[in-house]
């Protein structure tokens, strides 16, 4: 059960003195730092949160953390989603749990946020409608924009309604190469993270690579197709999409490398769709 969330771009907004000040107001008796962050590690000690929980894996955790769990990520054939319990361990947890269980607690995901008018006429309601998301802001090894170029416009000949998404700065890195289609439409820079959320949960399927939005289609019951290579430590068993209507498209190599996606087809890709 989650009782508060609180979000660290907010904090960044205070002085360092404010943002001790306002993780003390939250009276937390243990802070887990499941993504390591030097700053965010040094306030939390200053607030004096009597039980930091980091990996022994950072250096600065040595300094920051009164409790190092001793794991390694990079060579583990647990999932992510399985490894971060890993930092419960110290707080009496047994085991990790099954990705069956993982699945199941992910059934609890819900949409709070709901689109505006204009969001929701975006949606041609006489088509299926897909979501390409071609950047991962350095989190994955992306597939070829040209690829999802070509992926957009055989859809569209098909009958689908597409839909590119990202951030602003995503957007202008592709925005001129999207083809000049009533079916294909540009929407880069333009949701909240909750709108792109909401926007995820109204569309048929999204295509994307190891990141973010992949994982929320997931969780939403989407059709989701990632993009993979089966290179350590970016395979799809440690970041696959978790869901029930996912499928994981890797290339058919014997010795892994990040060039591998390029193997990867848009027919291939368009057949899974």
């Avoid at 309604?161 to 083809?179: A, C, M, N, S």
């Avoid at 973010?212 to 939403?220: K, N």
């Amino acid at each position: 059960m989650v009782d508060e969330i609180h979000s660290y771009d907010e904090l960044e907004l205070l002085p360092v003195q404010g943002r001790i000040a306002a993780i003390k107001t939250w009276n937390a008796d243990v802070f887990i730092h499941v993504f390591p962050h030097k700053e965010i590690a040094k306030i939390a000690k200053k607030a004096k949160v009597p039980n930091r929980i980091g990996t022994s894996h950072r250096s600065f955790h040595l300094l920051t953390c009164t409790i190092r769990p001793n794991f390694t990520r990079k060579k583990s054939d647990e999932h992510e989603a399985q490894l971060n319990f890993e930092l419960l361990r110290p707080l009496g947890l047994e085991s990790l749990p099954s990705l069956k269980e993982v699945k199941l607690s992910m059934a609890r995901f819900q949409l709070k946020h709901v689109l505006t008018t204009d969001q929701n006429n975006l949606f041609n309601p006489s088509k299926k409608s897909v979501i390409i998301h071609p950047k991962s802001q350095g989190s994955a090894v992306e597939w070829p924009i040209e690829n999802y170029i070509e992926l957009a416009l055989k859809l569209a000949e098909k009958g689908y309604q597409v839909f590119f998404t990202g951030t602003t700065k995503e957007g202008d890195l592709f925005r001129e190469l999207i083809p000049k289609q009533d079916s294909i439409l540009d929407v880069t820079g333009r949701f909240s993270l909750s709108e792109l959320i909401a926007f995820i949960g109204k569309a048929d399927v999204l295509v994307a690579c190891s990141t973010g939005p992949l994982h929320i289609a997931a969780a939403l019951n989407k059709h989701a197709i990632g993009l993979y290579i089966n290179k350590r430590p970016m395979h799809p068993g440690r970041w696959g999409a978790l869901g029930e209507h996912t499928d994981i498209i890797v290339p058919a190599t014997t010795e892994p490398k990040e060039k591998d996606i390029l193997s990867i087809g848009v027919d291939e890709v368009l057949d899974k769709v």
